[in-house]
């Protein structure tokens, strides 16, 4: 295991960016993994709504266990879990139960009900999470300061950002950041950074060309196809 997350881990520092569609069940990891990505990151709220829940630690932490493994076993690339905010779960527990799954990864945000959780706080659990779990995962701290009431969002990604790289985080995700903003955060922040592309915009390319070297689409592509479901079905009868 520790061998494929530094697989993984290395894919955050090649040449071009890491591009990771997010999926949501086991059709689509396997569509992601035989398109040619070399790795499989899950969307925590496609996952959450097509078992029925919303986005938001509303999933019963076993239930998402459960899905990430159901993932994992469907695919031969490394799978990175979108886990929220951690589920509530001590953070030897949280590690020790994804390990379980198989992935290699997660993300984990930092904010909870509505609200950005306290910095130091937030960078005492992703440290502990990296002492349970070693080298075996690769943990990407998502920073929300650009979908929270935020004075300054750049310069409180960017405060969050170093703080969590001092916890021992392999990569930053300021979800959200605009394009015009995010080159700012990867000059403050350093090492890898997390972007987050859409069918609608911004590119990869775009978010390439500003500095980012993971780019991963959230609950974009499942919004997107069940939008295009929606149009289709009234054809149908």
Same mark, same amino acid.
């Given at each position: 295991?520790?061998?494929?997350?530094?697989?993984?881990?290395?894919?955050?520092?090649?040449?071009?960016?890491? @591009?990771?569609?997010?999926?949501?069940?086991?059709?689509?990891?396997?569509?992601? $993994?035989?398109?040619?990505?070399?790795?499989?990151?899950?969307?925590?709220?496609?996952?959450?709504?097509?078992?029925?829940?919303?986005?938001?630690? !509303?999933?019963?932490?076993?239930?998402?266990?459960?899905?990430?493994?159901?993932?994992?076993?469907?695919?031969? =690339?490394?799978?990175?879990?979108?886990?929220?905010?951690?589920?509530?779960?001590?953070?030897?527990?949280?590690?020790?139960?994804?390990?379980?799954?198989?992935? =290699?990864?997660?993300?984990?945000?930092?904010?909870?009900?509505?609200?950005?959780?306290?910095?130091?706080?937030?960078?005492?659990?992703?440290?502990?999470?990296? $002492?349970?779990?070693?080298?075996?995962?690769? @943990?990407?701290?998502?920073?929300?300061?650009?979908?929270?009431?935020?004075?300054?969002?750049?310069?409180?990604?960017?405060?969050?950002?170093?703080?969590?790289?001092?916890?021992?985080?392999?990569?930053?995700?300021? @979800? !959200?950041?605009?394009?015009?903003?995010?080159?700012?955060?990867?000059?403050?922040?350093?090492?890898? @950074?997390?972007?987050?592309?859409?069918?609608?915009?911004?590119?990869?390319?775009?978010?390439?060309?500003?500095?980012? &070297?993971?780019?991963?689409?959230? &609950?974009?592509?499942?919004?997107?196809?069940? &939008?295009?479901?929606?149009?289709? !079905?009234?054809?149908?009868?």
């Amino acid at each position: 295991m520790t061998q494929t997350a530094e697989l993984f881990r290395a894919l955050h520092h090649g040449g071009t960016p890491l @591009i990771l569609p997010n999926a949501w069940d086991p059709v689509i990891a396997r569509l992601i $993994a035989e398109a040619g990505f070399p790795a499989v990151a899950t969307s925590s709220g496609a996952v959450a709504r097509v078992l029925g829940y919303d986005d938001g630690q !509303l999933t019963p932490p076993a239930t998402m266990f459960d899905a990430v493994a159901k993932i994992v076993r469907a695919v031969d =690339v490394p799978v990175t879990a979108d886990m929220e905010a951690g589920y509530g779960l001590p953070a030897k527990e949280f590690a020790e139960r994804l390990l379980e799954t198989g992935a =290699v990864g997660c993300n984990l945000e930092d904010s909870l009900d509505g609200g950005l959780v306290d910095v130091a706080k937030q960078a005492d659990y992703l440290a502990e999470v990296r $002492a349970a779990a070693g080298a075996e995962l690769v @943990i990407n701290a998502r920073v929300d300061t650009f979908v929270r009431p935020v004075d300054d969002p750049v310069a409180e990604a960017v405060r969050r950002g170093r703080e969590y790289r001092r916890a021992g985080v392999d990569c930053v995700y300021p @979800i !959200l950041a605009p394009v015009d903003q995010l080159a700012e955060v990867v000059e403050g922040v350093g090492g890898p @950074i997390n972007a987050h592309a859409s069918p609608g915009g911004p590119t990869p390319a775009e978010l390439a060309a500003v500095g980012a &070297t993971r780019i991963s689409y959230g &609950t974009s592509l499942h919004a997107y196809l069940m &939008t295009k479901l929606q149009e289709l !079905l009234p054809t149908l009868g």
